[in-house]
């Protein structure tokens, strides 16, 4: 893209501010900057004014599978779903695209290291939780690994240099993320250098689309693979690709599954699968109504009772189908750097303006069905959030010892 063409599109969408700079800027500086400019999208801002894009439908309860209903079956789930794996139809995509603010770390989160007496990074625990499915399926499981700009070389190449934690190397696919840009509260892309516009990853709901853009569909489909469990980075006790979570997805008979906890209390920030129009869809705990909250199941337990923890299920037909533009747009309040009008940065303490992103969440409800499979929070659930305090590096420590991790 030339000058001029790069001028009409900053016009266009109101962005002339970008360019401010320009002169100043060396020759490769300048190419940059047109480079970026063509690949930006700047659709994403015409939201800023209006972050409603979620509106729900009529939301009903989702009955969820619950513990003593797996217990029951175990056997014949994992029996079916460890033959989905032997078969090469399952695999697994962790999402470590994101930025981790809360963490408050430079590095990506999966090379915090929660070791006490040794190092014991978040990339390791994954891996080896990956490891005992790979071993008791006797059979390798693709992993495809999704980073951003931000994070791409150096998540690589801490794989490399920690050998991929035992995992076979061919069996581990990296890929990145589209970015988009950040604004301010009018819709104004900051600037986070005299020649870059600040940028941030899409959010976790592209990750099958870019997936398609990096070519790892020739993987998915020369080996076969239908199923596709989808996961958080920051969960180190989370089991992945389970084998009875997949064979009770394919013995009910449902195209998804999302592994769901009993709420520790009505308003915990995680948010409830249920049903909305009759498919099944994710209400946020602050989209609970009272009435939602006070709402009783059959049995008199809470009807909104099992919270999503980023592990979810897809069949890879269906994911064929959802098209990214499908998806709402979030868009979410952030401490965003920037230069100021004497190109100095700023690194703010408050919110300073929006991220765009879309959600996997979303992806549940384009979706005919879902099924909703409880695991234990004590064994499965012990995510990274912040640093301290709340699902935080110490309440994981303490799960993990609870596990028996040596830490
Ligand atoms: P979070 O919602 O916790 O966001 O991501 P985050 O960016 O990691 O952390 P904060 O909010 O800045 O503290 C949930 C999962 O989705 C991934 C994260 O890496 C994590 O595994 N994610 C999030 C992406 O892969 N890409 C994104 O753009 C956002």
């Given at each position: ?84 794996i032997?078969?090469g139809r399952a695999a697994a995509v962790l999402l470590a695209g ?10 990506p989160?999966g ?10 990074y978040i990339f390791q625990r994954i891996i080896e939780n990956l490891l005992d499915v790979v071993n008791?399926g006797?059979t390798w499981i693709h992993l495809f690994v999704m980073t ?7 998540t690589v190449?801490f794989f490399e240099?920690k050998n991929y934690f035992g995992y076979k190397k061919e069996f581990i696919h990296f890929f ?31 990750w099958f689309?870019s997936m398609?853009?990096w070519?790892l569909l020739?993987i998915v489909?020369?080996e076969?693979i239908?199923w596709l469990n989808v996961f958080a980075v920051?969960n180190?006790?989370q089991r992945i690709v389970d084998?009875?979570?997949i ?64 592990n979810?299920l897809f ?93």
């Amino acid at each position: 893209m030339d000058y001029r063409e790069a001028y009409e599109k900053l016009e266009g969408y109101g962005q002339l501010h970008v360019l401010n700079y320009y002169e100043e800027l060396t020759e490769k500086e300048k190419e940059e900057l047109l480079e970026q400019i063509e690949s930006v999208d700047f659709t994403v801002l015409k939201y800023c004014k209006n972050n409603t894009t979620n509106q729900k439908g009529e939301i009903s309860p989702l009955n969820a599978m619950q513990l003593a209903q797996i217990e029951e079956k175990r056997e014949e789930y994992t029996r079916i779903g460890l033959d989905e794996i032997k078969k090469g139809r399952a695999a697994a995509v962790l999402l470590a695209g994101g930025m981790g603010t809360r963490l408050g770390s430079d590095n990506p989160k999966g090379m915090f290291d929660i070791g006490i007496t040794r190092p014991v990074y978040i990339f390791q625990r994954i891996i080896e939780n990956l490891l005992d499915v790979v071993n008791a399926g006797k059979t390798w499981i693709h992993l495809f690994v999704m980073t951003s700009d931000k994070n791409h070389e150096v998540t690589v190449q801490f794989f490399e240099e920690k050998n991929y934690f035992g995992y076979k190397k061919e069996f581990i696919h990296f890929f990145k993320q589209e970015m988009v840009p950040a604004s301010d509260y009018e819709g104004k892309v900051y600037m986070e250098e005299r020649g870059k516009i600040s940028t941030s990853p899409n959010g976790n709901g592209g990750w099958f689309s870019s997936m398609e853009k990096w070519g790892l569909l020739d993987i998915v489909n020369g080996e076969g693979i239908e199923w596709l469990n989808v996961f958080a980075v920051d969960n180190v006790l989370q089991r992945i690709v389970d084998p009875c979570f997949i064979g009770a997805v394919i013995a009910e008979g449902c195209v998804s599954g999302a592994k769901v906890v009993k709420k520790n209390a009505p308003d915990e920030r995680v948010g409830a699968l249920c049903l909305e129009d009759g498919k099944p869809s994710i209400v946020e705990y602050y989209e609970l109504t009272e009435e939602m909250k006070a709402a009783k199941d059959e049995n008199g337990d809470p009807a909104y009772n099992f919270g999503v923890i980023l592990n979810y299920l897809f069949r890879k037909k269906d994911l064929e189908a959802i098209a990214d533009s499908n998806l709402p747009l979030h868009v979410v309040e952030k401490k965003i750097p920037y230069i100021d009008e004497n190109a100095e940065l700023i690194l703010p303490e408050q919110p300073n303006g929006y991220k765009y992103e879309t959600l996997v969440l979303d992806m549940i409800h384009q979706v005919d069905n879902c099924l909703s499979y409880e695991v234990e929070r004590k064994r499965e659930f012990a995510p990274i959030k912040n640093a301290t305090g709340v699902d935080s590096v110490d309440t994981a420590r303490e799960l993990c010892k609870e596990n028996g991790i040596e830490l």
